[in-house]
């Protein structure tokens, strides 16, 4: 079976998952937050151009990708207020946004892989060598229940696929408490001056 096919039916399987979603995807930022450690957001990185459309789907444009994800990361990280800055890397893998015009009795559902990469800045490096890779499902609502294609423009898609990235990434991060523990002043490392991060 060719990598197409069983992106495919990895991307079906997901799909019908979706229906154990909760709600909005960014409900929880007007909720009380436990600070990440130390984390305050550095740079916040976003690319697209690689990104596998698997269909059926509409199509979305590199610049919508990288636009909305960077909005939605800004979002929920800029809360963060710790002494300490890193920098999130996300890579749009593939995705598959649900098409209008299909019966209600399929309700496709849109979903998307991503691979997350955290940076330490003091240390000049990534803290996870291999990239997280996250598949991210749109979030159930009253909109998406019967389907995002019938319901939703595709803008709409993308920002609910975007926010929903943001709260995994999140998620993820906060399962590593020790990548944002406060550093020992007294510690080189914590005091040397960056990296250039971004040739790595």
Not at 105 to 114: A, Q
Not at 119 to 129: L, R, S, T, V
């Amino acid at each position: 079976m060719g990598d197409g096919m069983l992106m495919i039916r990895r991307f079906l399987g997901l799909a019908m998952i979706a229906l154990l979603a909760g709600c909005a995807a960014d409900k929880d930022l007007d909720e009380p937050f436990e600070p990440l450690g130390a984390f305050r957001l550095g740079h916040n990185i976003v690319v697209a151009d690689t990104a596998r459309l698997v269909p059926p789907s509409r199509r979305a444009t590199e610049e919508e990708w990288e636009t909305a994800i960077k909005k939605a990361i800004d979002r929920r990280f800029s809360r963060f207020e710790g002494d300490q800055l890193y920098h999130i890397a996300i890579s749009v893998d593939g995705y598959s946004i649900a098409v209008p015009g299909v019966p209600v009795v399929l309700s496709p559902k849109s979903v998307m892989i991503i691979s997350a990469t955290v940076w330490d800045d003091a240390a000049g490096g990534k803290i996870n060598e291999e990239p997280k890779q996250i598949t991210v499902l749109e979030r159930l609502s009253g909109e998406t229940v019967v389907g995002s294609g019938l319901t939703q423009s595709k803008a709409e898609q993308i920002e609910n696929l975007a926010d929903n990235a943001a709260r995994l990434v999140e998620k993820w991060m906060r399962t590593n408490p020790d990548w944002f523990a406060p550093k020992d002043p007294a510690d080189p490392v914590a005091t040397a001056s960056s990296k250039s991060w971004r040739q790595r």
